[in-house]
């Protein structure tokens, strides 16, 4: 995403335009099935190319963005903008497998291991 020397008002726009698009691309349960995979963090990353100016790296679970926190820090880098400097924005979203417990799925109790059999045969005698 490059807002490259745009003024505020129309960066925060597209800002909310692509927060839009993403919770749209992401309700979409052809790309994303909640069935088959649950959403486990989003990982946001903004970094200036050369530059002294801290970048913005950011974790949230699922997909519980603070999307006011990650424009005051674009707003922030407004006037690199205005000099030239790649900005990089990414966002990564990390989803987990769902995976059903296979012995409650069959009503079978789960085995003991060895050890916690050990110690109940202590504990009787």
């Known amino acids: 995403m490059t807002f490259g020397g745009r003024s505020p008002s129309v ?5 909310v335009d692509f927060q839009a698009r993403l919770e749209s691309l992401l309700q979409d349960d ?11 963090e989003t990982i946001i990353e903004i970094s200036v190319e050369r530059s002294r100016q801290r970048g913005l790296t950011k974790r949230y679970k699922k997909l519980e963005i603070d999307w006011h926190k990650v424009d005051e820090h674009l707003e922030g880098l407004g006037d ?5 400097k790649t900005i990089t924005f990414s966002i990564e979203f990390v989803y987990k497998e769902v995976t059903p417990d296979s012995t409650a ?21």
């Open 30 to 40: 052809d790309k994303f099935p909640r069935d088959t995979y649950a959403r486990e």
């Open 11 to 15: 960066k925060t726009l597209e800002l």
């Open 80 to 84: 690199l903008f205005g000099k030239g």
């Open 105 to 125: 799925a069959k009503g079978k109790k789960k085995k003991k291991s060895t050890t916690e059999a050990q110690k109940l045969q202590r504990a009787s005698c």
